[in-house]
């Protein structure tokens, strides 16, 4: 049911694309926004004797927040990667690492892109993902990890984009060697779930053992500690 409602939504913007891109009036570029962010380097949370570590990325993170906005889903703002909580806007999964982290104990790391994403939600960024994701673009991170060798586990948060990983989570396998630690892959989304992505992981980090994932329906997020605790005791991580 799930993954039919993402598809025909899917569809509904590959129409739309269509259109509009038969009008002259899109480009590839309107995905993304002029902000350059700064480079920065992470070195954990002070305490040396952390092992897990929750890598995450999330929209909202990664475009300027206060503007997301979306005609499609202007009634349930949930729907267009928000989640509100006592009136505050949050992406889906820096909700889903904070609840992590509160179980685990775990230092959290924001994967951050260097250009921004648009925060138009319709004719941005999930056309920019869609023609990323074709073309294997991977963008340029902006947030590195120096002290990933303190870590030997490695909680990897991503949202589901177009049946995939974001194009910067290629980007973030790119950039580090995982071999020998424990990666737990977790993904929100609109009901596509993991679809190939552990796979994919596996793939791109041989030498590192690769747990179940645990897949999280967006609207779910608030309420996922439950399931979160089954999944990290079944995995061996708590
Ligand atoms: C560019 C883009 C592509 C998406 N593609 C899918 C998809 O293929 N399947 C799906 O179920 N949900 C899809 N979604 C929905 C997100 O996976 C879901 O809202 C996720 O919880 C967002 O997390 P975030 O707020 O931390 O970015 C997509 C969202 C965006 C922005």
Redo the contacts with the bound molecule.
Sequence with gaps: MRLRR?ISC?LATITLFSLTACAGGTNSSKGMSDVTVEQTEFTGSGNTDNKILVAYF???DNTDSEKINSKKYADSMASA??TVVDGKRY????IVADIIKQQTGADVFSILTAQQYSPD?DDG??EQ?RTDGQNKDKPELASHIVNIEQYNTIIILF?????DMPMAMYTFFDEYDLSGKTIAPVA?????GLVDTVDTIKKLEPNATVTEGLAIY?TDVVNSGTAIAEWLGKVGIK
Aim: aromatic share 26%.
């Design positions: 993402f899917a999330s929209y909202f990667s928000v992406g889906n999964n820096d939600y960024i999930v993902a949202p589901t984009w177009w049946y929100t989304s609109g009901g596509s967006q």
